[in-house]
């Protein structure tokens, strides 16, 4: 099937409108009618060549949500009409020993959304800046939100699991104190989720002005990075810290703010390496620098849910298919509240 899309033929080129395939359903695939999809900072650097690799024509987009439109006949777990979530994979090996435990993120194998290589034409994934997507069942997520919240859900499978998954694996919740660093499409969901779970929350940003609206997400506490004496306020105050910030910067500033056997880790991906921190600071207090993926498919649904329980969705900004290289442009410039979401019945040019 020929369907509309929105990417780019080549790093140095804007993003245009695309005619582009899908497959039909297999025995056990989904048809997805998607409704909107969400704005990643990875989707930015992918589609300009900013990480090795990319594959042109290049699609972005790993931040789904719509409505079925057709299965396969051996789908069991879902129906026509019903919504749904597409996040950061399509597929994955399914039975190593990352499968078998639900972490398909971290297969081998693991087959991205987009820019990664499939059987499909035109030889690698093409993501959800499109009007359809179809996806093997075991990749598809259930929506139990409002439909009128629909559009706010899109960034939760991508910056809601990738910050969720952290806050669950290093136990977040009432007794600890939780860091966020970085106030931004992950670090608002950071926020929110933290708090939910009943930590208390420390904002970290670099901006005075976000005091407020850091509060209002659900924080605590908000310490304006930039200012070492409010810094210094905070050493060894820290559980943990979600580090979302997707540039390089000093690490060792953060590492000082962990308590004994506190943990940093790191969600944010800059294209150059951060500076190598000191060893001193993480062998001194027993702390540990780690990272994180998104999330495994059964950890994806059970944040989904735990998101629609507390009435938790993303704040976002929607725009037309056509005013995504505009939205590059202001997401290079932290214009954004926290997330751009395509409404894409635009992407026909209605």
Known sequence: MTIKAYGAHAADQALVSLDITR????????????????VCHSDLHTVRGEWAGTLYPCVPGHEIVGRVSAIGEQVAGFKVGDLVGVGCMVDSCKHCAECDDGLENYCDHMTGTYNFPTADAPGHTLGGYAEQIVVHERYVLKVRHPEQQLAAVAP??????????????????????????????????GIKLAHAMGARVVAFTTSASKREAAKALGADEVVVSSDAADMARHAASLDLIINTVAAPHDLDRFLTLLKRDGTMTLVGVPAEPHPAPAVFNLVGKRRSLAGSMIGGIPETQEMLDFCAEHGIVADIEMIRADEINQAYERMLKGDVKYRFVIDSSTLAGK
Do not use: E, N, Q
């Open 156 to 189: 939760l499978l991508c910056a809601g699991i990738t910050t969720y998954s952290p806050l669950r694996h290093w136990k977040a919740g009432p007794g600890k104190t939780v860091g966020i660093v970085g106030i931004g499409g992950l670090g608002h969901m």
């Open 23 to 38: 497959r039909a359903p297999g025995a056990k695939d989904v048809r997805i009618d998607i409704a909107f999809c969400g």
